[in-house]
């Protein structure tokens, strides 16, 4: 699967935008973006994926670029609890036959502030 | 979301001793679950991916002897520490895939982990 880069922290105000950058400049075109969060001794929170469209769920926005070789994640209005490590990774689809693996980086640990 | 659980959530166990820990799907049915481990202030590393009904198959440099694991049904897999030795403890967290439902491809879904303390 292919590598993603990620700033090693961020900080982010409470109450405004939180925007996580993600490199994957060597995609495939079969390989999805995934966004999972994981907060201080707990398992990782799935947030979204995406192919090549824009994605927003309930929790957060997902912004691929045309050329599919960057993503940010959005997380429209911080709180103190989306303090969290979030990582990005790349997988190929998967189905009934191929579930692809998720190999996790280093991530983005963001502090959000009062 | 799907949720997943694990039992035991915390262990403490002696050098020498063997531990089983448990992965449950709750509200759906997973073919494949994983196994993973993180160690402090590290990130997560995949050691095995289960298949119900079939052997696991392990990452490189995991174990497959130390680490035994059985995927039983479709809503339960097992992960057992043989031997458990201090550098063993960890933070083992489970995943369950639930099946090509959104946007064209599957989605892993995460247990809480279960904090290993061998002394």
């Known amino acids: 699967d292919a590598k993603t880069t990620q700033p090693p922290s961020m900080d982010c105000a409470e109450g405004r935008a939180a925007n996580l950058p993600c490199n994957h400049s060597?995609?495939?075109?079969?390989?999805?973006v995934y966004w999972y969060r994981q907060i201080h001794s707990q398992g990782p929170q799935y947030i979204i994926h995406?192919?090549?469209n824009n994605e927003t769920n309930e929790m957060a926005s997902l912004i691929i670029t045309e050329d599919r070789k960057s993503s940010t994640l959005i997380l429209p209005h911080a709180t103190l609890r989306d303090t969290a490590v979030y990582y990005c990774?790349?997988?190929?689809?998967?189905?009934?036959?191929?579930?692809?693996?998720?190999?996790f980086g280093q991530g983005t640990t963001l502090q959000v502030k009062p | 979301g799907a949720v997943v659980s694990q039992h035991p959530s915390r262990v403490i166990c002696k050098s020498g001793t063997s531990v089983k820990i448990e992965c449950r799907s709750l509200?759906?049915?997973?073919?494949?679950m994983f196994w993973y481990r993180q160690f402090p202030k590290q990130s997560l590393m995949l050691m095995a991916t289960?298949?119900?009904?079939?052997?696991?198959?392990?990452e490189q440099g995991v174990e497959k002897d130390k680490f035994l694991i059985n995927h039983a049904s479709l809503t339960l897999s097992t992960l057992t520490v043989t031997s458990a030795h201090p550098e063993d403890s960890s933070f083992y967290i489970c995943?369950?895939?639930?099946?090509?439902?959104?946007?064209?491809?599957?989605?892993?879904?995460f247990g809480p982990g279960t904090r290993l303390t061998v002394l």
């Open positions: 995406g192919l090549k």
């Open positions: 060597t995609i495939s075109g079969n390989e999805y």
């Open positions: 990774i790349v997988r190929v689809a998967g189905g009934s036959s191929n579930t692809g693996k998720l190999i």
């Open positions: 289960s298949n119900e009904g079939s052997k696991a198959t392990y």
């Open positions: 509200d759906f049915q997973a073919t494949t």
């Open positions: 995943s369950a895939v639930v099946g090509v439902r959104l946007g064209g491809t599957d989605t892993q879904y």
